[in-house]
């Protein structure tokens, strides 16, 4: 039979142990998620973002893209100026076209992030393409994320077809 006095101690030990578990718990993940943290490098000519990506083979533009992608998945290169970047992670940017419009750009499966001096650069980016209808919800989602005001974020309605662009890396040029 146990005393009183061990059951007791057991009782009052039950709990302890159940939040050093806890403490463990939150300790482990926060030193995980620290060490998978990556620090940013800014965006300077020969850096990369993601895989390396080679300044060889055949380089498109953004509108040579637009005119042989479709709705099948096409790799490709592409070289272009960033206009805009992600303000919430750096996980996606536009890239400019000659009309004035832009090409979504975004880090294959969050690979990677990319800083916001990487506006006005010339980068080549490597990955695949595809022609998709994003939702009006998720363009609402990317306005966000770039910081638009509520007003310029109303103003979007409806889903667009447009390139998408899954970039595996990303290589400042100039």
């Given at each position: 039979?146990?005393?009183?006095?061990?059951?007791?101690?057991?009782?009052?030990?039950?709990?302890?142990?159940?939040?050093?578990?806890?403490?463990?718990?939150?300790?482990?993940?926060?030193?995980?998620?620290?060490?998978?943290a990556q620090e940013i490098k800014p965006a300077e000519k020969g850096v990369n973002y993601?895989?390396?990506?080679?300044?060889?083979?055949?380089?498109?533009?953004?509108?040579?893209?637009?005119?042989?992608?479709?709705?099948?998945?096409?790799?490709?290169?592409?070289?272009?100026?960033?206009?805009?970047?992600?303000?919430?992670?750096?996980?996606?940017?536009?890239?400019?076209?000659?009309?004035?419009?832009?090409?979504?750009?975004?880090?294959?499966?969050?690979?990677?992030?990319?800083?916001?001096?990487?506006?006005?650069?010339?980068?080549?980016?490597?990955?695949?393409?595809?022609?998709?209808?994003?939702?009006?919800?998720?363009?609402?989602?990317?306005?966000?994320?770039?910081?638009?005001?509520?007003?310029?974020?109303?103003?979007?309605?409806?889903?667009?077809?447009?390139?998408?662009?899954?970039?595996?890396?990303?290589?400042?040029?100039?």
């Amino acid at each position: 039979m146990i005393s009183l006095k061990k059951a007791e101690a057991c009782y009052i030990s039950a709990p302890i142990s159940q939040a050093m578990k806890k403490i463990l718990l939150l300790s482990s993940v926060l030193f995980a998620l620290s060490a998978g943290a990556q620090e940013i490098k800014p965006a300077e000519k020969g850096v990369n973002y993601g895989a390396v990506v080679a300044q060889d083979g055949d380089i498109l533009t953004p509108e040579q893209l637009k005119s042989k992608v479709g709705e099948e998945k096409l790799d490709a290169k592409v070289q272009g100026k960033v206009v805009e970047v992600c303000k919430a992670e750096g996980c996606w940017f536009k890239m400019q076209r000659a009309d004035g419009t832009t090409m979504m750009v975004r880090a294959a499966n969050h690979a990677f992030l990319m800083p916001q001096d990487l506006v006005g650069k010339t980068v080549i980016i490597e990955g695949t393409a595809v022609v998709k209808e994003i939702s009006e919800e998720l363009r609402k989602h990317y306005a966000e994320d770039a910081g638009k005001s509520k007003k310029e974020i109303e103003k979007i309605k409806g889903p667009e077809k447009d390139v998408q662009f899954s970039a595996k890396g990303v290589l400042v040029i100039e």
